[in-house]
Each structure stands twice: as structure tokens, then as C-alpha cells.
């Protein structure tokens, strides 16, 4: 037993350890501990003695809950903040970096220190929870599938926390940050503890599939954009002379494979296959591309010593790896790929019962792409030079939705200049969305031609810094084989 | 093969170059002295060599490593102590090493072992049960070294461990250093305080301005600055009164006052010596006071660095 014991704590990663511990010393777990416990007690008595029977399981249920969600939705992921914030400034770092663990241990650590704290909590509420089960009104089935569906959340605005912590160090950001951050927790526990109840008072939505569909799903969009801050914070504690961004390049390529398996599957399921909802997730799909996409495209345009010395010793291997190496330019070339694969796949090898020459089909899905490509690379290649500024850096992040609002809007203030109505309610090809209509509408109005433009200049403009970019992986893979 | 190996590193910030293609190596059993004015890169150096940061040119092996290329089996080499102590809140002393001992990937029976040691050998004792956070200067710098002592590395680099130190502290700290060179650790030392790192250093590295001035033994560097022994002369006369006698002696150079008395080269051997005794004694100067001087760290330091901060 002992033995057995010994084995496990070896194998504890140290952080996780070292934050239990030091939160089981600290006033703010103990309190929210203790908080959760008496709130619980208290409601439920004062519940308990007002309500009528039938309801009776329900609501106690739902108070407890209610505690439960506000501790681990809200204050653990909060005090992940707080630890976080001391353990990211420059000192305590470089300490931990000096030792044997890895950033990704440094994160999994945090990580799961505020997992433990979580389950720590629901293991005190669960006499509660099982004294409410007593009672009349409580689905088991439904009341199990909130309180996983609550940990998970827990676990993923914990990785939001964590990874938020060190956007900044300045003291008046942070507590700008702080605040926000505090204020989202607060909303999103309350969406959840409604959205808990609403489940428990209709416990018969879970026999239906598409209940389950939108709750994959859910959790699906939660779990992506919790392991990009995951990959985030990693790429944070990397050395900046190292590939920080071929975690989040890969983490890109795989969600983007993760969603065309979730078409497949989703066509393959649904009793009427329909092209246009093939275009409109494709059109989901790039939107949500360009985020992470106007990050690679503004990497500073350089490689770190250790990035020089990891390349592939053979020219065109290192070439080759250009999607994945860290740069502006290489990272166009990675928005080409996964474009060509993504679409390309949609397109050459159609979901079942799918046609691909149906009319909106292919120019529907050659719209996305080219929207996606135009709104992430016309202003980005124009500030290549100076993003090793962090200001210049932002701002050039911040150029692709800018772009993007002024193609939107600056047509429509032009017709209402000229009076034309058209352009004045946005009826012109800035506007995706009225692109998109008729092209499922099938009266392409015209708008092909500047599309087609549009990427066309799109490529000339970003063929400079790429070229850059494969000569500087070209030189520096000879470089280091000599 | 050395311990520490810096080999022509540069680093440069903005425009300002804060460490200039510095070079120099560090034995297995030797203790290093690296010393330089504020801003002189003392600390930016040290950092290359703990992996913290990167050279743009240049390298630096540790036991043979490179820190460019194999960044993590020179962290399993070396402890590194910077010069501020990150504590833990809530956290007691204990807790703190056995943290570090786990992150250094030691396991069951040798972690407990190896936490044992440090805390007999650095004299922690009863201060483990003690919250880290709170612990004085003198205490923290042990429990500094305690931490990069865990994992027995062959490479100690140490920044300024002696800032802020009493002088009973540092006189054990110093003991402490040497027992570790007894051990065969190579140990990396930079200080201000001179006459502290010359009664420990078996070398020096003197750097200003990012370039290093000299490196090697102080006798040696003492020799290359200032061929000619150095003697100290006291006479019941002022001092200008017998700086201006010993000019006029043949094979004297570089005189200069000093406590009441004068500083003075003297070309050739010690017949020279007894020569010049003899002169002016016989020129009634009333000596009360002759010696020789020994290379002496502070010597070197001042007539090598010229005071210039970056
Ligand atoms: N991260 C940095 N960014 C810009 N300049 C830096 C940075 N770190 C150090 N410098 C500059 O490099 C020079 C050398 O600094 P360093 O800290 O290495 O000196 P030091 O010899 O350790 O001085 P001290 O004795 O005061 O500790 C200084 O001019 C400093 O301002
Ligand atoms: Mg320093």
C-alpha cells in the first residue's frame, strides 16, 4: 500500500502538488471551501422548510448547485488567476524553467491543481447532493450529466484563466483584467446554474438526440478554445529564441481536421444531407480560422537561434517544414495549406450524399476560402518589417478585423452619400453575408470577379515576405549542417 | 574538459551590446571569481550560461553541453542562484525543497535523501518548518543555495550570493563554497565585494563594459599588469619628502601615496632591494616601515576597470 502510495506520488506532477498544498494553507480556498459548505446548509434548511413536496428534490438540488457552480465556475478559476499571475512574473518563472519540468508540465500543473480544487469541492457537497437525490424530483441521469458538464467548464475557465494571467504584467491592466475576467465568471455561472435547473425541470430533453448533439457540441467548441489558451500559456513560458507557435500551428491543423470529421459525421447522421449546410458550417469554419490566423500571420519575421539549430539538416526537408515554422510568412504559407486541405477535401471527396456539382456547392465553398484568405492577408504583409515591436504586433492583429469592419462599412456610407440603396443596406461584396445569400440564392451578382481579384492580390502582396521567409529556413538549414 | 566553457559570447539589447564576446572557462574543483562594476554583464553572462537567456553569437559548454543546443542537459548540470529569492506564499521551507527536489525529477527514497543533505549542509535545521516567505537575508541566500544544491549539479553559478550578508554569514557561506570545490563542483561566483572573493578564488574573470579585462590567477593577472614587485615604505617623513627620495633611486617607477607612506615598482632582484634600503638609510631617511605587497584582487580591479558605467 505503501509502496503503491510512494509509486503514485513520484509520478504527481510537482506543481499540481505544490499548489494543493499551498491552497489548502490559504485563506481563499478555505473560504470559499467553508462559504460553499454554510451557503449550502443555509439555503437548503431555509428551502427545505418553505417549499412543497413534489418540488422539493428539484430546488434543494438546484440551491446546492447553485453553490457548487459559484465555487468551481467562479472562484476556482479565479484563484487559477490569482496563483498564476505570481508564478507568471519574470523571477518565479525563470526559477521553475531551470529545473527539469517542461512549460506544458508548468501549465498541466496549474491546471489540474484547480481540478483537484474542484473535486475537493464537490466531494464536500456531495452529502447534500445525495440527501437531495432522497428527496422527490431528482433525475439521477440529468443531475450526473450537469455536475460532469460542470467540471468540465471548471476545468476549460481554468485554462482561460490561466492562460489570461500573463497577457500583462502592468498592475492597471491587470486589475482592468481582473475585473473583466471576474465579471465573465459571474455571467457564465449564472447562464449555467439556469441552464442546470432548466435541464432538471425537463428531465425528458435527454432521451432526445438532438439534445445530445448540441451538448457534444458544446463541449466540443469549449474544449478547442480551452486547449488554444492551453497551448497559449505553454507557448508564453517557451523560450522566445525556441518555436513557440508550432503548438498552436498544429493545434490549427487539428481542429481544422476535428471540423471536417464533424461534418462528415454530422451529413452521414442527419436523415437529409444538405449542401448548404456543408457551405454554411464551411463558412463557420473559416470564420472562426481567421482568429487564430491573424496571430501566425503577424509573427515577427525571424528564427530564434534554437529554431536554426532544430531544423532539419537536408535544404528541402527544412523547406518543407516552412508551415510550421514561426513567422509571418511561413505563416501564409500554412493559411494556404490548411485552406487547400480543407477545402480541398470538402471538394474533391464530398460528405455522403453530398453532390459536389450541385449549383451553390463548390462557388459557395471557393467564397469562404477566399474571404478567409482576403480578410486575414491584405493588411498584414504591410507591417511584416516591424512586429518584433510589440505595439506594431497588436496593431497589425488588430488591422484584419479593422479591414474587415471598413469593407463592411465604408461601401454602405459611400451609398449613403450617393443615395444608392443598395450599398446602403449593405448589398455589396464587403458583406460575406450577402455574398453567401446569393450565392445559395444562385444569382452570383457579379461578385466572382473581385473575389478572384481580391485573393489574386492578396498572394502578390504576401509573396515577398514568403519568399523571405523560405530563404531565411533555406540558409539557416544549410547554415547549420555545415 | 572544463566545467564551464563561455566561448566569444555576445548579447546584445536594443543597441547596447552588454556582453562583447567574452570568454573564459572554469575547472572542476576551482572556484571563479567573476567580477565587473554595475552594468558590467556580470549578470547578463551568467544568465547565458544558466540557459535563462541566449547569446547571439557565440556558445557556452557546460560539461561538455551546449546551452544553444542541448538546453536541457545543462540544466540537469548546473544550479544557478540568481540574485533575488522568489519565495512562496503559504509555503513552508520543507515544502519549498521537497517542490524543487520533485521538479528536478527526484523520486521516493533519493528525494528524501537528497533534501536531508542539502538542509544538514547548508545548516537550514530547524528553519524548515518555517514559512519561506518570511525567512531573513542570511537565511534566504541558504535556502538558495540549499535549492540548487538538490540535485548534487557539477556546476554551481552563483550571482552575488554574498550582497547583504553579515560578516559571520559570509565567512560561513565561504566555507560552505570551498567544501563544494573540495566536492570537484566548479563554482561561478560574481561579486562586488573584492577582498571576499580573493581569500575563496582560485581564478578571476574581470569584465567592464561587456568585455572582459583579464582572466586567470590574480598573482598572474597582478604580474602581467605590474611586472616589478610592488613595496610598501613608511619613513618618519612626509610622504612627498619620500616619494621625491625614491625617484632619484635607480629602478623605482610608479610611486604613489598611500596610509602615510609610499607605494613604489622595483626593477630587479631582492640585492636591488637591500641596495635601495641602503641608499636611503644613507641619505637619513629615518624608514620605520618596509614591505612587500601581495597581489591583491582590489590592486587589479581598480587598475583595470576605469570606473565607466554602462
Ligand atoms: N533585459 C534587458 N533589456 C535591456 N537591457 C538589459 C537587459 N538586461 C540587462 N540589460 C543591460 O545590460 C547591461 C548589463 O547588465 P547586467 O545586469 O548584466 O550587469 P551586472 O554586471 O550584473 O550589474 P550589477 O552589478 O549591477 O548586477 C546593463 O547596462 C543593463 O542595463
Ligand atoms: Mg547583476
Redesign the interface.
Known amino acids: 500500500m505503501k509502496r503503491a502510495w ?1 509509486w503514485i506520488d ?1 509520478r ?1 506532477n ?2 499540481l ?2 499548489e494543493v ?2 491552497a489548502l ?2 485563506r481563499f480556498f478555505l473560504g470559499t471551501y467553508g462559504l460553499a459548505l454554510v451557503m449550502a446548509t443555509g439555503i437548503g434548511m431555509f428551502v427545505l422548510m418553505g417549499a412543497d413536496s413534489d418540488e422539493l428534490g428539484t430546488i434543494f438540488f438546484g440551491t446546492v448547485y447553485a453553490c457548487l457552480a459559484a465555487a468551481t465556475m467562479g472562484l476556482v478559476p479565479f484563484q487559477a488567476f490569482l496563483a498564476a499571475g ?1 508564478g507568471w512574473d519574470a ?2 518563472t ?8 517542461r512549460p506544458a508540465q508548468i501549465v498541466r500543473g496549474r491546471l489540474l491543481s484547480s481540478v483537484t480544487q474542484s473535486l475537493l469541492i464537490l466531494l464536500a457537497l456531495l452529502p447534500f447532493l445525495g440527501l437531495a437525490f432522497l428527496l422527490p424530483g431528482v433525475d439521477l441521469g440529468v443531475a450526473g450529466v450537469v455536475l460532469v458538464t460542470t467540471l468540465i467548464f471548471s476545468a476549460y475557465l481554468s485554462c482561460l484563466t490561466i492562460a489570461a494571467s500573463w497577457l500583462t504584467s502592468n498592475k492597471l491592466l491587470r486589475v482592468l483584467l481582473m475585473t473583466f475576467l471576474g465579471g465573465s465568471l459571474l455571467w457564465f455561472t449564472g447562464v449555467a446554474v439556469a441552464l442546470g435547473i432548466e435541464m432538471l425541470d425537463h428531465p425528458d430533453n435527454m432521451a432526445d438526440d438532438e439534445f445530445w448533439w448540441a451538448w457534444a457540441a458544446i463541449v466540443l467548441h469549449g474544449g478547442a478554445v480551452a486547449a488554444f489558451a492551453f497551448a497559449a500559456a505553454c507557448a508564453r513560458i517557451a ?1 522566445p ?1 525556441e518555436n513557440r507557435s508550432r503548438p498552436l500551428r498544429l493545434l490549427t491543423l487539428v481542429v481544422t481536421a476535428a471540423l471536417l470529421v464533424a461534418i462528415y459525421v454530422l451529413m452521414d447522421q442527419t436523415s437529409s444531407p444538405d449542401d448548404e449546410m456543408v457551405v454554411a458550417l464551411a463558412a463557420y469554419g473559416s470564420l472562426t480560422l481567421t482568429v487564430p490566423f491573424a496571430f501566425f500571420l503577424t509573427e515577427p519575421e525571424r528564427l ?3 529554431v536554426r ?1 532544430d531544423l532539419p539538416r537536408r535544404r528541402l526537408l527544412a523547406l518543407l517544414t516552412a508551415p510550421l515554422q514561426p513567422g509571418g510568412g511561413n505563416g501564409f504559407v500554412l493559411l494556404l495549406v490548411t485552406c487547400a486541405a480543407f477545402f480541398g477535401v470538402l471538394i474533391l471527396a464530398p460528405p455522403p450524399n453530398v453532390d459536389q456539382w450541385r449549383d451553390e456547392y463548390l462557388p459557395g465553398l471557393l467564397t469562404c476560402a477566399s474571404y478567409l484568405i482576403i480578410a486575414v492577408g491584405v493588411t498584414t504583409p504591410f507591417f511584416a518589417r516591424w512586429t518584433e515591436r510589440t505595439p506594431v504586433r497588436i496593431l497589425a492583429v488588430l488591422s484584419a478585423p479593422m479591414f474587415c469592419a471598413a469593407a463592411m462599412l465604408a461601401p454602405a456610407f459611400w451609398g449613403f452619400v450617393t443615395s444608392d440603396r443598395d450599398l446602403e443596406r449593405f448589398r455589396h461584396v464587403g458583406n460575406p453575408v450577402y455574398t453567401m445569400e446569393q450565392v445559395f440564392r444562385g444569382s452570383g451578382d457579379g461578385y466572382e470577379p473581385l473575389l478572384f481579384l481580391g485573393v489574386i492580390t492578396v498572394l502578390m502582396l504576401n509573396v515577398p515576405r514568403v519568399i523571405r521567409g523560405l530563404r531565411l529556413l533555406r540558409s539557416a538549414g544549410a547554415s547549420t549542417s555545415t | 574538459m572544463s566545467c564551464l566553457e563561455v566561448q566569444s559570447i555576445t548579447r546584445v539589447f536594443d543597441d547596447l551590446k552588454a556582453v562583447d564576446e567574452v570568454s573564459f572557462s572554469v575547472e572542476a574543483g576551482q572556484i571563479c571569481g567573476f567580477i565587473g562594476p554595475n552594468g558590467a554583464g556580470k549578470t547578463t553572462s551568467m544568465r547565458i550560461c ?3 537567456d ?3 553569437d557565440g556558445d557556452v559548454l557546460v560539461d561538455g553541453m551546449s546551452v ?2 542541448h ?2 542537459e545543462v ?2 548540470r548546473l544550479g ?1 542562484m ?1 540574485d ?1 529569492y ?1 519565495s ?4 513552508p521551507v520543507a ?1 519549498y525543497l ?3 527536489a ?4 527526484l ?2 527514497p533519493s ?1 528524501t535523501r537528497a533534501i536531508r543533505e542539502v538542509v544538514e549542509f547548508t545548516g537550514l535545521g530547524d528553519l524548515v518548518a518555517k514559512d519561506c516567505s518570511a525567512l531573513s537575508k542570511g537565511m534566504r541566500q541558504r535556502a538558495g543555495l540549499a535549492v540548487t544544491l538538490l ?1 548534487d549539479p557539477a556546476l554551481l553559478i552563483l550571482d552575488e550570493p554574498a550582497a547583504g550578508l553579515d560578516p559571520r554569514a559570509r565567512v560561513e557561506l565561504r566555507a560552505l563554497l570551498s567544501v563544494l570545490a573540495e566536492q570537484g563542483k566548479g563554482v561561478l561566483i560574481s561579486s562586488h565585494i573584492l577582498t571576499e572573493l580573493s581569500e575563496i578564488c582560485d581564478v578571476v574573470a574581470v569584465i567592464e563594459q561587456g568585455r572582459i579585462r583579464a582572466s586567470g590567477k590574480v598573482s598572474d593577472i597582478q604580474r602581467r599588469l605590474q611586472p616589478d614587485p610592488l613595496y610598501f615604505l613608511r619613513a618618519l617623513a612626509p610622504p612627498d619628502v619620500v616619494e621625491q627620495r625614491l625617484l632619484e633611486q635607480p629602478g623605482v617607477h610608479a610611486p604613489r601615496q598611500q596610509d602615510q607612506g609610499v607605494v613604489f615598482a622595483l626593477r630587479g632582484q631582492e640585492q636591488d632591494l637591500a641596495r635601495l634600503v641602503h641608499a636611503l638609510v644613507a641619505q637619513d631617511l629615518p624608514v620605520v616601515e618596509l614591505r612587500q605587497l601581495h597581489a591583491d584582487l582590489e590592486e587589479v580591479f581598480l587598475s583595470l576597470t576605469d570606473g565607466k558605467v554602462q
Not at chain 1, 525563470?94 to 519540468?101: A, E, G, Q, R, Y
Not at chain 2, 512562496?88 to 509555503?91: G, T, Y
Open positions: 510512494t513520484d504527481l510537482p506543481i502538488v505544490k498544498r499551498q494553507r490559504s505570481g523571477e518565479k525563470n526559477i521553475l524553467l531551470l529545473t527539469d519540468l523560450h529564441e530564434g537561434r534554437r539549430i | 544558466a540557459t535563462l541566449l547569446p547571439d544553444l543546443s538546453p536541457r540544466r540537469r544557478f540568481p533575488y522568489a512562496e506564499p503559504n509555503m515544502d521537497d517542490f524543487h520533485r521538479a528536478q525529477g523520486r521516493g528525494r540535485h
